[in-house]
């Protein structure tokens, strides 16, 4: 349980107590609001404190329950907010990893003799150090093993829609997703925000790790115009500098373009677009991915994102498909 830390010594600064009354203050909030939950007094039974045990509990008994504590990463008690962010963070990271472990796109150390390039395989070039001694010449490079990174399969930009209409709750499935996209293309994977402007969180490649993208990525809150081509194409340039042979934007958004724009333009020059909407809000997604000739999926639950993703990623083309998958071209992966 996470519990506020003792109060400053006598005599110490003096910081003014989170708000006991409920009040919400600007952009965040209060309890009383909170509260409106079932769970929330099981969940933080006092100001300051979040129980990760009976989060936990909550989430296994209700996946909905997830957006309650996306909820809380804006509640006016700082305390209860800070650690909000940190079950929420761990909770994305872990079931990122839930995904299959041959996931497209991992890049896998590999062997090769001669290389200019690469790490040392000491045990592997044992063989060939004696062979160079036992000839009594000098160690060649062909004698020596080394282990290179091979080619990436995958490189993926992540592109989140922060306009007014993503809530906590979408959110939370887009830093589901970032992370799903760091753990399955480590070399090769961008992260996107955009509403007005597009935003570079991760660029492609990039030393931020993944837990503070997904951080970054709960803090975010929805605001602004959604201006979708602008997203795209900055997506678009992310992905030219891969070297992955297979590119793909993932886009999380309901896809209520503000603006008129060239957005199916911009999304039929992709070279593979997956879009995952809202269950609730996904009518233009669908529209979108028809015109398209996207794959999409819809998002029940923000900690389901990462399998719905695998579901898109393996029916990578409506040619690998047969009449009873339930993924095709303009249609819907479901939850």
């Known amino acids: 349980m996470t519990r506020p830390p003792a109060g400053p010594p006598a005599g110490g600064p003096h910081r003014r107590p989170p708000s006991k009354s409920g009040r919400r203050e600007a952009g965040t909030t209060g309890r009383r609001e909170l509260a409106r939950h ?10 300051g404190v979040l129980d990760e045990e009976a989060a936990r ?3 296994a008994e209700d996946p909905t329950a997830f957006e309650l504590l996306a909820a809380m990463t804006a509640a006016t008690d700082e305390r209860l907010r800070a650690a909000a962010f940190r079950l929420s963070s761990a909770l994305v990271l872990e079931r990122a990893r839930a995904g299959r472990a041959s996931a497209p796109g991992v890049s896998r150390l590999r062997p090769a003799r001669g290389a200019l390039d690469g790490d040392l395989d000491i045990d592997a070039s044992v063989e060939g150090v004696s062979a160079a001694r036992t000839e009594a010449r000098p160690v060649a490079h062909d004698d020596l093993i080394t282990v290179q990174w091979a080619r990436p399969r995958t490189a993926f930009a992540v592109v989140v829609d922060r306009s007014g209409s993503m809530s906590g709750a979408r959110l939370a499935a887009a830093a589901t997703v970032a992370a799903a996209c760091a ?3 480590p070399q090769e994977h961008a992260v996107l925000s955009f509403a007005g402007t597009v935003e570079v969180i991760r660029p492609l ?4 790790e993944p837990a503070a993208v ?10 602004g115009v959604t201006r979708l081509a602008d997203a795209l194409r900055a997506a678009g340039e992310q992905l030219a500098q891969a070297r992955a042979r297979r590119r793909v934007v993932i ?14 333009q911009t999304a039929r020059g992709l070279p593979e677009l997956i879009i995952l909407a809202p269950a609730s809000d996904h009518d233009q997604a669908a529209r979108l991915a028809e015109l398209a000739g996207a794959r999409w999926g819809v998002l029940d639950h923000p900690l389901e994102a990462a399998a719905v993703l695998d579901r898109l990623l393996e029916a990578r083309s409506a040619a ?6 339930p993924v095709r071209r303009g249609r819907s992966a479901g939850p």
């Open 320 to 325: 690998d498909l047969t009449v009873s998958d």
């Open 205 to 208: 490649t990039s030393g931020i």
């Open 214 to 223: 997904a951080e970054r990525l709960l803090r975010l809150r929805g605001h």
């Open 38 to 47: 079932a769970r929330f007094a099981e969940i933080s039974p006092e100001v």
């Open 57 to 59: 509990r909550a989430l």
């Open 251 to 264: 886009l999380l958004s309901d896809c209520r373009s503000t603006d008129e724009d060239d957005t199916e």
């Open 183 to 185: 753990l399955r293309a």
